[in-house]
Structures are given as C-alpha cells and as structure tokens.
C-alpha cells in the first residue's frame, strides 16, 4: 500500500476533530469519513484495510485528545519523553478501534455496493461501542459528539444515542461516496436515504420529549479557577478555602449554590474546625442550599470523589462511580505509572453504580462528577426520578486545550438524550446551563473566577433513550452488519 494512502487517512481523521467543539464544523465529520471509506474500498486486503484505520484513527486521537500530555507533564511530574511515548501509545490504542471496524469491513465488503454502506456504518458504530466499554470505555470524540446543534442529525440523539447517532453519519458518508451525482437517475436512489435521513432528524429537533415539572429553582454556579499546580500545596490552602467560601457567600434569593470537583483540595476530616459549619449556616442564612465536591474516607479508610450537599434540605451526598483510570485509581500491572507520577488522591474508592438524586428546592437532582458524564448508559440510571442533571468538574489538569469546550459539548449531548437541563459548575471552564435541547443559555470566560446566577425548571418524562439506553444502537448496529451478509446470500 503507498504510503500517500495512509498520510491522506491521516490527514482525515485530524481534520474530523475540527468538527467536534470549539469549531463546531460538524460537515466535517461526513467528509472525514467520506475520505477513509473510499480509500477502504480500494483497499487489496484487510491488512491494508487495517493499516488505513489505523492512520485515520492516529490522527483524530493525537490531534483530539493529545491534551492528556499536559496532565502527565506539567501536572503529573512525568518526564517529557515519557508522556509524550505514554500518550501516544493511548492514542494508538484508540485508533485500533477504527482500525478493526476499517479491517473487518475490508475483509467483508464482497456485497453489492448499496450495502456496503450498511456495513460500514454498522462496524462504526460497533467498534465506537466497543471503544465505550472496553477496559472501563473512553468514548471521548466518539463522532457522534460532533452533531450537537445546529446539526440536524441532533434530532436523533433523543431516539439512539451518541453512538447510533455515529453510525448514522457514517453511513451518510459511505452513501456521499456512493452516489454518482453525475448520473442523475442512478444518482436517485443511492442518494434517497441521505435526503430522508437529513428531513427525518430535522423533524426530530422539534419533537419535545419531556416537559418541565416542579417549581423554577434559581442557582448560583460557581467557578473557582485556582491554578493546579498550586491547589495541592498545603502552605496555599487557607488561601482555597478563603476563595471557596467568598464565592459561596452572597446569593441571596439563590435555592442552590454550586462548588466545583474537589473544590475543596484536602480530605473532609483534615478540614479545618468549623468551615464546612460555616459554609452550612450561610446556606442556611438565605435559605437554601450549597453542594460542593470534596475528598471523603469512611470508617474503613476507603477515599472517594464526593459531593455534599449543605443547607435547608440536609446533608446528602454522592460519591464518584465511574473513576479515571491512572488519575483516580491504579489498573493492575500499572504500578510502575505511579513510580513515574505524582498524582494526589489516585487511590480512591468507586461510590454505587445507583445513587438517589439529591432532592433541593422542589427539585430532584442527579450528580456526575467529571468524566462520568461520557457514558450516557450510566447517567439514564437516574431516570425517571431525577429532573436536573448536575455535573461538576475540574479540567484544570488539561490547561487551556481543547478539553473544556469538548466536555461541554458532551454535556450537551447527554442533555438531549435524557431530556434534561445540565448544569455545569468547574473550575477552569466551562461553566454552563445546558437545556434539554442541547442549547447552551448561559456560560462562564474559561480561566475566570465567577458565579453564573440562572433560573431553571426540572423535566419529566423520558426519550426513547431514555428508556431502552443503547440497546437501539446496537440493535442497528447489528441489523447494519447482518443485513449486508444476508442481503450478498440472497443475490447469490
């Protein structure tokens, strides 16, 4: 295979990252899978069908997510040479996932060329799937993330999912390839499905799946913005704590206030005497009520990444489920990494995979604290009950990169699938009310500390994915692979 035939793919899977947040240009991603499909068909083998998978996915995970390195780097004490090989042998391993869907495909595409289209965009979104779930899943830049409004393949986030969403894009760029646009009679037929499929999620968009319920509650969402290299030194922590509680203190009228991820950089017990007192009673003074996320250790010495909520409703709490890996806690055979790092509090404690929403002001809150908010199947668990969606964050790990603007983005995407508002609170950025349309009504500056005050109404009611999670997805992702085989025995 010639070697301009891989740097092309390359260059497509780094250009797909332009059309994920901040630039937004969702076309993109048609396009970029356009290119890899029609270099997959001319492909002579599955090995050189791997090969272009694997180009493809080097360059939209080195261009997408190399912002890990930071983390590694300059927060983690890494050597330079060893994270740069450390993220790019992560990045490698992501781009095996588009590299077995483009082999597979390659190996089987011996059907007619109406349903190699099908096929395609079933291993897509198999092997996007799979990428979810293997090893505790890292679905970041998963493509359907990148079709968030004004994308009118949004509509169908709500009915299937970011994945099934994925596969829908990759079948309309295999049918791009596909269409003779020349021949407008043959052209028809291969294009139909692009047209139907553009009109039917259009349509989609308009359909409101859930309807507010519950009283408005008005929320103060902060963002501390403290520097992460200096948020673990001892000598700076009254200092934290000083800045916490002059964010928290005020809002008077606000039913809620909201503290960031670990906003508070010390375990609860080594707290200084009287300062979560002190931030209870002034919730308690305006009548309301102030979550904050903080490090807890139970009776068995256990430490998790909680939230608590102070105030007028009680103590309540939530404990982190779906951990980091490396940064939150150790795989086995992965205690060298450790040897290498410096990560404070990479040894915690995974909290229930079910946990009660918080109920505060009328309302039924469901927390996710930072990277939890990737897997859409675990944040419907909380579904029907809860009415909000509440995520906190700290990315001050990535420096200014691409990460803050891409979380929002995911942020939206798990607003339309359950229905919900998302409110965000974080410590860098970005800070943010999500509605259930996925549209973003208010917003913080990345890298300023600040409150972004707004009124928001709980949803009831659920989506169809809601209610079935990614079984719909996969379902098609099935039909789209069988269907080819079955459709290549028939002619035959």
């Excluded at 010639?2 to 991603?29: C, D, M, Y």
């Excluded at 308690?284 to 608590?308: K, S």
Aim: include cysteine; charged fraction near 15%.
């Amino acid at each position: 295979m010639r070697w301009q035939l891989l740097v092309a793919a390359l260059l497509a899977g780094a250009a797909s990252v332009f059309a994920f947040a901040p630039f937004e240009l969702f076309p993109l991603a048609f396009a970029s899978l356009a290119l890899l499909f029609a270099l997959l068909r001319t492909a002579p083998g599955w090995r050189a069908g791997f090969g272009l998978g694997l180009a493809w996915g080097l360059g939209a995970f080195l261009a997408g997510v190399s912002w890990l390195y930071i983390a590694l780097n300059r927060y983690g004490g890494v050597p330079l040479p060893v994270a740069a090989l450390a993220i790019t042998l992560f990045c490698a391993y992501l781009a095996l996932f588009p590299a077995l869907a483009s082999a597979l495909f390659v190996r089987l595409r011996a059907v007619r060329p109406s349903l190699q289209a099908a096929l395609f965009a079933g291993l897509w979104m198999a092997t996007e799937m799979l990428r979810g779930w293997l090893f505790t899943g890292f679905p970041w830049l998963a493509i359907g993330y990148s079709q968030t409004p004004p994308s009118p393949f949004s509509g169908f986030l709500p009915v299937i999912g970011v994945y099934g969403v994925g596969g829908l894009v990759a079948l309309c760029a295999a049918l791009l390839v596909l269409t003779p646009w020349r021949q407008a009679r043959a052209a028809l037929p291969v294009a139909l499905p692009l047209v139907v499929l553009l009109v039917a999620g259009a349509a989609l968009t308009r359909i409101e799946w859930t309807t507010p319920a519950g009283p408005p509650i008005r929320v103060a969402l902060l963002q501390t913005d403290i520097e992460q290299d200096l948020k673990w030194d001892p000598a700076l922590l009254r200092q934290w704590l000083d800045i916490n509680a002059g964010l928290a203190a005020g809002h008077d009228g606000a039913d809620l206030v909201v503290l960031p991820e670990t906003t508070l950089p010390v375990l609860e017990e080594h707290l200084p005497q009287g300062f979560l007192a002190y931030l209870e009673a002034e919730a308690l003074r305006r009548g309301g009520d102030l979550i904050l996320g903080l490090f807890t250790r139970d009776t068995e010495g256990r430490i998790y990444n909680a939230a608590i909520n102070l105030g007028e409703s009680g103590r309540q709490f939530y404990a982190k489920h779906h951990l980091v890996p490396f940064g939150e806690f150790s795989p086995p055979l992965f205690g060298w990494f450790y040897r290498l790092a410096d990560i404070p509090m990479s040894d915690q404690t995974p909290g229930p995979a079910r946990q009660a929403p918080m109920t505060i002001g009328g309302q039924r809150i469901a927390l996710n604290i930072c990277y939890e908010d990737l897997f859409g199947r675990e944040i419907i668990r909380s579904l029907p009950d809860a009415t909000l969606m509440l995520n906190i964050s700290n990315l001050a790990w990535y420096g200014q990169s691409l990460a803050q603007p891409q979380h929002l983005q995911i942020a939206r995407t798990r607003a339309l699938e359950t229905g919900r508002p998302m409110l965000r609170s974080t410590n860098t950025g970005m800070t943010a009310l999500v509605m259930p349309d996925g549209s973003v009504t208010g917003v913080l500056p990345q890298f300023e500390r600040g409150a972004l005050e707004v009124e928001v109404r709980g949803y009831r009611g659920l989506t169809p994915y809601a209610r079935a999670g990614d079984l719909l997805a996969l379902g098609l992702a099935f039909a789209l692979v069988i269907g080819p085989g079955l459709g290549s025995r028939r002619k035959g």
